[in-house]
Every structure is written in C-alpha cells, then in structure tokens.
T-cell receptor, first 114, second 117 residues
Framework: AQSVAQPEDQVNVAEGNPLTVKCTYSVSGNPYLFWYVQYPNRGLQFLLK??????LVKGSYGFEAEFNKSQTSFHLKKPSALVSDSALYFC????????????FGRGTSLIVHP | GAVVSQHPSWVICKSGTSVKIECRSLDFQATTMFWYRQFPKQSLMLMATSNEGSKATYEQGVEKDKFLINHASLTLSTLTVTSAHPEDSSFYIC?????????????FGPGTRLLVL
C-alpha cells in the first residue's frame, strides 16, 4: 500500500520569506513523487515531479522540491514567497512497481501574507 | 502544453435528475482518464479509472450504477451522475494520462461544481 502524509493543514509565511510545505510518503519500490497546486474552484496544476536523478527537482513558478530517501520526504520549497502563491498544495506518490495510480495527500493550504 | 477541459464548469440541478460531465483532452490522446471527487478542504478521492474502449474500474465504495462512466474515444470521457441527490453535490475533477510519451504525469481538468437541490 502507498500513502502520503502532509502534516500541516495550513502554512503561513510572509511575502518574500522562504516557504516549505512538507510531504512524507510510504511506498513499495522506488517512489514516483509529484506536487500539484490548486487555486480556488479550479483543477490541479502540475508543479514538478521526481522519478529518478538529482534529488533536487526544479519546477514551475520558482518552486523546487528535495527528495530525501532516508527520511522518505519530498518537501516543496520556494526561496521567496509571493502573495499569488497562496493556494492549496497536494503531494502525490506512487510506487515503481504496481498500480500506476498515485495517492494524493490531503493537501496543505499555503497563505502568503503581504 | 497538455490541456484538459471539462464541461460544464458548474451545474445546478433538481434532485432526481441526471447530470453529464464531459472531460476532454484537447491537444493529446489519453488512453486513461481518471475521475475524482473533492469535498471542501479535503483531498481528491479517486472514483474510477476510465480506459478507452473498455469498462471503467471503480474504486471501492463508488456505485457503478450511480456514476456512469463512458470513455468513447481517446480524447473524451464522460461521467453521468444518475438520479442525483443533494449528497452528490461536490466538485468533480477529471484527469488524463497521455497515451504516448512520458506517462507519469496526469493533466487535470478545471473541475465541475455540481449542486443538487
């Protein structure tokens, strides 16, 4: 079975400060990891993914995520937050062997204050 | 880039009626489409996986006869909520996986908000 934990329901950060949205996972085999963002009343937009290669993955809108195998984590980061980054962020994972269907975390609401 | 559309974007209907939601991949072919349901401030709940030309695979607890899924072509899947009731009110999101190339990424539609009165 595969699972994703996003331990924080909400993250608050001031504009211009760095942000981190946490994600840990449990999966059989090698993990395929994803981050998506959802703006109000909209579908999910793909931000970035880790399949293999460098542990630091760069994605859209200046976001990046670091894969840490020993800690089974894939935290989303951005060096300088923007008010427009305020949204709901979902982490997803699937294992390299088995179902192609990823499991989504419950989401973390990011609020960037001006 | 890969674009997925949904129609309608929102719908209000009376209890007991049926509602059809369309999901289209606009610039790529998708052998597999997924239907999700999202409750307020909650994660996506996978309802079913739709494969072109075959029957959909439903997740446990999802009523097949209530949520009819048809994947008639490589660019279109439909979800019909039959005999809708107020508890079916939700945000329904589809996603599509490209048939060719790198298949790990799903592309999501903008969602359809359903309100059953």
């Amino acid at each position: 079975a595969q699972s994703v934990a996003q331990p924080e329901d909400q993250v608050n950060v001031a504009e211009g400060n760095p942000l981190t949205v946490k994600c840990t996972y449990s999966v059989s085999g090698n993990p395929y990891l994803f981050w998506y963002v959802q703006y109000p009343n909209r579908g999910l937009q793909f931000l970035l993914k880790y399949i293999t290669g460098d542990n630091l993955v760069k994605g859209s809108y200046g976001f990046e995520a670091e894969f840490n195998k020993s800690q089974t984590s894939f935290h989303l980061k951005k060096p300088s937050a923007l008010v427009s980054d305020s949204a709901l962020y979902f982490c997803a994972v699937r294992g390299s062997g088995g179902s192609y269907i990823p499991t989504f975390g419950r989401g973390t609401s990011l609020i960037v204050h001006p | 880039g890969a674009v997925v559309s949904q129609h309608p974007s929102w719908v209000i209907c009376k209890s007991g009626t049926s509602v059809k939601i369309e999901c289209r991949s606009l610039d790529f072919q998708a052998t597999t489409m997924f239907w999700y349901r999202q409750f307020p401030k909650q994660s996506l709940m996978l309802m079913a996986t739709s494969n072109e030309g075959s029957k959909a695979t439903y997740e446990q607890g999802v009523e097949k006869d209530k949520f009819l899924i048809n994947h008639a072509s490589l660019t279109l899947s439909t979800l019909t909520v039959t005999s809708a009731h107020p508890e079916d009110s939700s945000f329904y999101i589809c996603s599509a996986r490209p048939a060719s190339g790198y298949q790990e990424t799903q592309y999501f539609g903008p969602g359809t908000r359903l309100l059953v009165l």
